[in-house]
């Protein structure tokens, strides 16, 4: 969380405590931290694209709303072109994997392979 207030995404939230209690955020802080949360926590949004989205939060609207939408969407297709990736990758070791485990049984049938 430390990282969150250093880049400026979570606002420090300062008044006069008695006896060094905590304020509590008003209602729109704490509609941001919990986007901020749920962003890092679920979604596994970086900062960089949080801090695109808190407009969103901040100034609700159809033109901020229809922007994080759009930032959300572009992230999404990261996303599937990475997982993506992925298949293809895991798919990869599995042929070598079945390859492998073919010249082993072949090997062991004392077949020249």
């Known amino acids: 969380m430390i990282g ?3 880049t400026g995404l979570l ?3 300062r008044e006069h405590r008695v006896h060094d209690e905590r304020a509590r ?3 729109a802080q704490a509609d941001q931290q919990a986007l901020v949360r749920g ?3 679920t979604a596994g949004l970086s900062s960089r694209t949080i801090a695109e989205l808190l407009p969103c939060v901040d100034s ?6 229809d922007a994080a939408l759009e930032r959300m969407a572009r992230e999404r297709d990261r996303l599937c072109e990475h997982i993506d990736d992925l298949v293809r990758t895991r798919d ?3 042929d070598l994997m079945t ?3 073919g010249y082993r049984e072949t090997r062991r049938a004392g ?3």
């Open 4 to 6: 969150v207030l250093a």
């Open 11 to 13: 606002g420090t939230h």
């Open 25 to 27: 955020p008003d209602a």
């Open 39 to 41: 962003g890092l926590d």
């Open 60 to 65: 609700p609207g159809e033109d901020n709303s």
């Open 92 to 94: 990869a070791l599995n």
């Open 99 to 101: 390859a492998a485990r």
């Open 111 to 113: 077949t020249p392979g």
